[in-house]
Nanobody, 126 residues
Framework: VQLQASGGGLVQPGGSLKLSCEVSGRAFSGYTMAWFRQAPGNEREFVATISWSGSTTYYTDSVKGRFTLSRDNAKNTVYLQMNSLKPEDTAVYFC????????????????????WGQGTQVTVSS
């Protein structure tokens, strides 16, 4: 299983970015997906997760109302739409996947995920 994250970049405060994570190697629809991020000097932290059915999502408090996680199982891709970006959103963003036997299962702990992408840098600065 391989995860390829893309879409990061430099954006001004208040701007938007859309991250993508494409999964290859196995049936994508059986995976719970998540995004984590890590800023310099900080531990990796949970951002958002989505069940393999797409019907259940969960966000960390600091991004609720600004970030939206979605998936297209036909394209083996999960998307993180990030709006109203703030300087504190600056980090390397990692997508992660976990094989799940439950269509609505979600997980926010990084040690629950066995597959990780390479990370994409998001910088929010004026």
């Amino acid at each position: 299983v391989q995860l390829q994250a893309s879409g990061g970049g430099l954006v001004q405060p208040g701007g938007s970015l859309k991250l993508s994570c494409e999964v290859s190697g196995r049936a994508f629809s059986g995976y719970t997906m998540a995004w984590f991020r890590q800023a310099p000097g900080n531990e990796r932290e949970f951002v958002a997760t989505i069940s393999w059915s797409g019907s259940t999502t969960y966000y960390t408090d600091s991004v609720k109302g600004r970030f939206t996680l979605s998936r297209d199982n036909a394209k083996n891709t999960v998307y993180l739409q990030m709006n109203s970006l703030k300087p504190e959103d600056t980090a390397v963003y990692f997508c992660a996947a976990r094989i799940s036997g439950y269509r609505d299962a979600i997980y926010s702990r990084s040690n629950y995920y066995g597959y990780w992408g390479q990370g994409t840098q998001v910088t929010v600065s004026s």
